[in-house]
């Protein structure tokens, strides 16, 4: 039993990594009142630049750093159709999110099939030794611990300073934001690149890290409950962080319950972590009053710079 415990509590952290990373930058870009629905083709494009990378020049930090930059590329595509463009945001969203997936199909179809070794865990010493809680928190790799960080920072950033502040006033009313001089475009610009180098560092991490790996599909929906997880959310970081760990947990009671050998079908199994965690997060945000009050409140409404 402690081990199985142990196993859920140590895989819920990587298992939420992923979505973590992408659901953080997609905070950032909705908090400027835009509405970015292609964060599954930038994590798709991520994950299959970065093993792609990886495997060729056997160097995780360049599938990183090559995935952020491929995702962010993608979510320029994305900014200058709807900030430059005004097109309309989900209509572009849901077209550059395709064009993501067609794009990771392209990359990774030459490395279907290999493994790489997966990121080596940072050691901390002693502390890795201790029973169940070192197994629990302090074997895991540095990019899982970044995004921990990268959560407090999120939070600090949108709640404690004046950027916080700016980013909210460019989601709550853009006119005024740039009556008073705050360049609108470029905030938000700058926001979508943000939450498109987010995600794809959450691909990155599904392929060098979580599953060491290319296949085409492996995103598996998660771009989709990471834009879900900030509505649930209330656009909270620390909700938003909650409700990817939740997400995490059930993906790993999926294979607990394929490992006591229960005879359920298999693809209610692997349909059984987006359900549950829809249905938990709809029951923890029935506070409607909360979701308005903190929803931006020009949210993907088009914005026409007034010179």
Known sequence: MTET?????????AAATPILFAAMGELVVERTGVLNLSIEGMMATGAAAAFAVATVYESSLLGFAVATIS???LSVVFATLTLIFLANQVAAGLAVGILGLGVSALIGKKHEGFTI???????????????????ILFQHDFVLYA?????????FVLTR?????????VGE??????AIGYPVILIRFLAVFFGGAMAGLGGAYLTLAYTPLWAEGLVAGRGWIAVALVVFG??????????AYLFG????????????????PSQVLSAAPYVMTIVILVLISRDARQIRLNSPASLGVTYRHQS
């Open 5 to 13: 415990l142990i196993f859920i509590c140590a895989g819920t952290m």
């Open 71 to 73: 995702a962010g590329l």
């Open 117 to 135: 070794e997966p990121l080596k865990s940072v050691d901390w010493g002693f502390l890795s030794d201790i029973p169940v809680v070192g197994r």
């Open 147 to 155: 995004g921990i960080l990268l959560i407090a920072i999120v939070w």
């Open 161 to 169: 300073t004046k950027l916080g502040l700016i980013i909210k006033a």
């Open 173 to 178: 009313a853009p006119e005024a934001a740039h």
């Open 234 to 243: 209330s656009w909270r970081a620390h909700r938003v962080a909650l409700g």
């Open 249 to 264: 947990a059930i993906s790993l009671l999926e294979l607990s319950i394929q490992g006591l050998g229960l005879a359920i």
